[in-house]
């Protein structure tokens, strides 16, 4: 079973930065893409950020410029740096991991699965 845990969450006050880890344990055979996703209250989750194995970014227009998604692929992690942050991007942000996973059933060794995070606050006052 793999597991992706976030952490670096917390309070920052608007203009300030902040820096969101993302670390995925289990039994993993390889990790495709990951992305930062982000709930708001009373709002849908969107995308905030992705990056595939091989480095390539891509980031939701509201938030080019200000967020820098990257991973270390030796350690299965990845981060998010959050700068000049508004109060609007208060949320809780998900880890997303997009896996193949060691299984033991017959029809193969492994299997893709999409692993989510728990989640972390982001609360960002003004």
């Known amino acids: 079973q793999v597991q992706l845990v976030e952490s670096g969450g917390g309070l920052v006050q608007a203009g300030g930065s902040l820096r969101l880890s993302c670390a995925a344990s289990?039994?993993?055979?390889?990790?495709?893409?990951m992305g930062w996703y982000r709930q708001a209250p009373g709002k849908q989750r969107e995308l905030v950020a992705t990056?595939?194995?091989?480095?390539?970014?891509s980031y939701a227009d509201s938030m080019k410029g200000r967020v820098t998604i990257s991973r270390d692929n030796a350690k299965n992690t990845a981060s998010l740096q959050m700068n000049s942050l508004k109060p609007e991007d208060t949320a809780v942000y998900y880890c997303?991991?997009?896996?193949?996973?060691?299984?033991?059933?017959?029809?193969?060794?492994?299997?893709?699965?999409?692993?989510w995070g728990q989640g972390a606050l982001v609360t960002v006052s003004s």
């Open positions: 990056i595939t194995s091989r480095g390539t970014t």
């Open positions: 289990g039994s993993i055979f390889s990790i495709n893409a």
């Open positions: 997303k991991a997009d896996t193949f996973v060691y299984v033991t059933r017959p029809e193969g060794p492994y299997r893709y699965l999409e692993v």
